[in-house]
């Protein structure tokens, strides 16, 4: 069925909305057949961004876990993760579009930065809504909106976070539909969001292929990513998906004591935001409070390719909690220099639970943001 | 049946009602004053937890609702008795999760025996789940929406798909009070008209008597939905509270 993984996706929205998804699908088929589209993408890829990310052999890291760790350092993006790829892409068909408004939600407030970036490069007024949890403790993203121009819209409803910072956002959207361009950060929200997303995000496992390829003359064994909504874990999927290569998106699993955010590990088909996917959920059908001390994290669903990659079993879904993220946040700053966004921290987490039983195995790591943002959050974790 | 009752009554007014507030009780009696008042039609809305197409107020009741420990096995429980003892059509109103988790069919069937004559699903725009069959096979009508911004072409197919009346949406935007409804729904709800029988009836925004007044003048029917429970969730006496603001919106 069209707009649908399987039985996962759709369009679960206010009639409102179907012809301005109607109107974006054709916009991005058209824009992604259209070369001249792509050549500027790329370019601002290339010459604003900063791309290609590099690929780092994390050494010391290897030699401390028995397994080659390789880096996509997404962290090194202009913005510092890799939601500026997405942002970008979505900007320049937001222009080609006559859009003249643009609006975001945000969890950890890397998209939002991103956004709020794409935004000040193109000119166009932005509004970011995010969760007042999430306001305080990613604060200083907070002021690197307003400085970036953007009006930064604090949500109080519901739980305060990510998920109901999108719902704002959607209502927002229903509202201005007409001048208003909803730049969604992660892979999920209605059909055709998360195949553009993916698409935005696909540069990722392209050049990782490649430069994995170039650099150890192999594929590596797994590729190993953080899944909130799982945007940067499908876009380093991506080039992978007809490998064979283990694909494995690592879920927050929060206190380990019932709060977290692992959706397709505790879920159960469900719709929220759009489309129906892995869903953390009551038997009633209400979806459930989540914690994880990553912000991007934090949050009940996830994308529909997520649900439907893990229902077919191409990729498999871990976990990793609070505490093992925030010891793999100190592991790589203390052995290879780099400090992860807690986000990423989760990828990197997960490869205590990986490495026995795979000595020498290559993997190649996600790591989808810097850690910088994360640095008082880490603190108070330390008192 | 629902068309009938819209047709037959001589100022159509559906108020809409969220379950639970402030607990299961309380909303049977609302309804039954709501209905002696004389309601067309009563909509009861299921409360969620993302509310993603209303406005503050229906999200504050839904969040009221489920603070109050709201569940649907509660709700299906009074439903029967409130069903038999009005003389109002009731139609339930919910998000589509609530549903789907419960199984489609079974959640519809155990409406339908508990005296339940239609649904109206928000976010459900595209006919997913096999719905348009399963309420077709078991007798409940399914309401669907026509939008602003919904294209002629689309039009023809939601009204073909569509029983009980066409909710047409006066706004682009989440349900709640506006102080004006722009003009443009009277050649909408023309439109509508021209391609079915149905009764078409209006909703999202309206508060005043004059608004219902100005709507009835070319709709079946007319909505009202955050407007009654803005004044349901500030009175200490909601059920006084809810007939009064019928009666006047009737007046």
């Known amino acids: ?383 | 049946m629902i068309a009938e009752a819209i047709r037959t009554s001589k100022r159509a007014v559906i108020p809409y009602v969220t379950a639970g507030l402030p607990d299961l009780d309380a909303t049977g009696e609302i309804i039954r004053a709501l209905s002696d008042a004389g309601a067309a039609a009563i909509e009861i809305g299921i409360p969620f937890s993302d509310p993603i197409a209303d406005g503050p107020v229906l999200q504050k009741a839904s969040h009221l609702a489920l603070e109050a420990g709201f569940t649907l096995d509660g709700l299906m429980s009074g439903l029967p008795r409130w069903s038999a003892g009005v003389s109002a059509p009731l139609i339930v109103m919910s998000y589509i999760n609530p549903f789907m988790r419960r199984g489609m069919r079974e959640t519809l069937v155990r409406l339908r025996d508990s005296g339940i004559q239609g649904v109206i699903i928000p976010d459900l725009p595209c006919v997913a789940a096999g719905i348009l069959e399963v309420c077709r096979d078991i007798g409940i009508d399914l309401i669907r929406f026509v939008a602003p911004t919904t294209t002629e072409e689309r039009m023809r197919e939601v009204v073909s798909q569509c029983s009980g009346f066409v909710y047409a949406v006066t706004i682009k935007g989440v349900t709640g009070e506006r102080s004006s409804i722009p003009p443009e729904v009277r050649r909408r709800v023309q439109e509508i008209k021209s391609l079915t029988d149905l009764p078409v009836c209006t909703g999202f925004g309206v508060s005043t008597t004059a608004q219902v007044e100005d709507l009835l003048s070319f709709a079946d029917g007319v909505i009202v939905g955050s407007h009654l429970m803005a004044r349901v969730m500030d009175s200490p006496d909601p059920v006084e509270e809810s007939r009064e603001v019928l009666r006047k919106l009737m007046a």
């Open chain 1, 1 to 383: 069925m069209k707009g649908y993984f399987g039985e996962f996706g759709g369009q679960y929205v206010p009639e409102t909305l179907l012809p301005a998804l109607q109107e974006l699908e054709n916009e991005f088929s058209a824009a992604w057949n259209d070369r001249e589209f792509r050549d500027e993408f790329s370019s601002c890829l290339r010459d604003y961004v900063g791309r290609p990310s590099p690929l780092t052999h994390a050494r010391r890291l290897s030699e401390h876990l028995g397994i080659e760790v390789w880096l996509k350092r997404e962290d090194l993006n202009h913005t510092g993760s890799h939601k500026i790829n997405n942002a970008i892409g979505q900007i320049l068909l937001a222009r080609r579009m006559g859009k003249q408004r643009i609006i975001a939600e945000t969890g950890a407030g890397q998209h939002g930065v991103a956004t709020a970036t794409a935004c000040a490069l193109f000119g166009l007024p932005c509004a970011v809504y995010m969760g007042t949890r999430d306001i305080e403790r990613q604060h200083m993203n907070v002021e690197r909106m307003r400085l970036l121009g953007a009006e930064v819209v604090p949500v109080s409803s519901g739980s305060a976070t990510l998920k109901d910072a999108t719902s704002e956002a959607i209502r927002d959207w229903v509202t201005n539909v007409d001048t208003t361009y909803y730049l969604l950060g992660s892979a999920v929200g209605p059909h055709p969001y998360p195949t553009l997303v993916r698409e935005f995000q696909r540069i990722i496992g392209e050049e990782a292929r490649m430069q994995i390829l170039e650099k150890t003359d192999s594929l590596p064994r797994a590729v190993i990513a953080c899944v909130g909504g799982g945007s940067n874990a499908i876009g380093i999927f991506s080039g992978f998906i007809n490998d064979p290569v283990e694909l494995i998106g690592v879920e927050a699993y929060g206190d380990a004591n019932g709060s977290h955010g692992a959706s397709i590990h505790f879920g159960s088909p469900g719709v929220l935001h759009g489309a129906r996917s892995y869903l953390l959920q009551d038997l009633d059908g209400q979806v459930l409070d989540t914690h994880s001390i990553a912000a991007g994290l934090d949050y009940p669903g996830v994308g529909p390719e997520h649900s439907f990659l893990s229902a077919t079993r191409r990729a498999r879904y871990e976990l990793v909690d609070d505490r093992q993220a925030l010891e793999a946040f100190r592991l790589l700053n203390r052995l290879e220099g780099i400090a992860p966004a807690l986000e990423s921290a989760h990828a990197i987490g997960f490869l205590e639970q990986y490495a026995p039983g795979h000595e020498g195995a290559t993997v190649l790591v996600n790591l989808s943001g810097r850690g910088d943002k994360d640095l008082h959050t880490v603190f108070q974790e330390e008192l």
